[in-house]
């Protein structure tokens, strides 16, 4: 049962353009989500947060809104560079207290052209 | 490299052999967390450590897999006679004491096992 989904496995943007990564979660007990970005052959780099007590968070050319409602949640990444060629994971914690316990989804391949 | 320290990078065990994965936190870092990522799949959370202490094996396989920290020297993920579906990529990451509300962790770059 995927508690935490990317339905997209993959997205491919021009340069300059915004991305747009979505996200999806099932368990309401979820009190952070993250994103982190992934090179081939590298490990998970952390990105940026939302707590469950906010809609939005900004940091830089990166933004992450959330639905509670909707139990939705989206980066926005304007303007997209090719350097941003990623695989996207979307994490998820706080279910039963246990902050440490990320939930993550099978991750979306940013592709950014020149 | 103040980073999270893995090795081996990449391993190739024959099946019902042993395999060891080692993993160094960040300086100032006391706690190991090790996630699992089969192919074409999300990590998975296996077990969370502190020095000399398991603190949640929830997502470890019952059987042939354990894990320590020591009080000296790397933490150790090992897996028993190894079978084909353990084949994946084994991330380890590490955090301060007083992990943030975010559960921000901080990954290494990974142990790749085969199983032939």
């Known amino acids: 049962d995927q508690q935490v989904k990317q339905n997209s496995p993959s997205l491919s943007v021009q340069e300059g353009r915004i991305s747009i990564l979505n996200c999806d979660y099932t368990n309401s007990m979820f009190d952070y989500f993250l994103w982190y970005k992934k090179y081939p052959a590298e490990g998970p780099t952390f990105l940026i947060s939302i707590s469950s007590i906010k809609d939005k968070n900004e940091d830089g050319r990166f933004t992450v809104f959330l639905n509670k409602s909707a139990k939705h949640l989206s980066l926005h990444i304007v303007p997209s560079q090719p350097g941003d060629s990623a695989v996207y994971f979307c994490?998820?914690?706080?279910?039963?207290?246990?902050?440490?316990?990320?939930?993550f989804g099978k991750g979306t391949l940013l592709t950014v052209n020149p | 490299n103040a980073g999270v320290m893995q090795n081996p990078r990449h391993l190739v065990r024959r099946r019902g052999q042993e395999a060891r994965l080692r993993c160094s936190p960040m300086k100032g870092h006391s706690h190991v967390y090790w996630y699992r990522q089969l192919p074409e799949e999300g990590l998975k959370f296996m077990v969370y450590?502190?020095?000399?202490?398991?603190?949640?094996e929830s997502g470890m396989p019952k059987e042939r897999f354990s894990a320590e920290f020591p009080k000296e020297g790397p933490s150790i993920l090992r897996i028993q006679q190894v079978v084909r579906g353990d084949s994946a990529a084994y991330f380890c990451a590490s955090s301060p004491p007083s992990l943030s509300n975010t559960g921000e962790l901080f990954f290494g770059e990974g142990s790749r096992l085969t199983v032939l």
């Open positions: 994490a998820a914690s706080g279910d039963g207290g246990s902050n440490y316990k990320l939930t």
């Open positions: 450590l502190q020095k000399e202490n398991i603190i949640d």
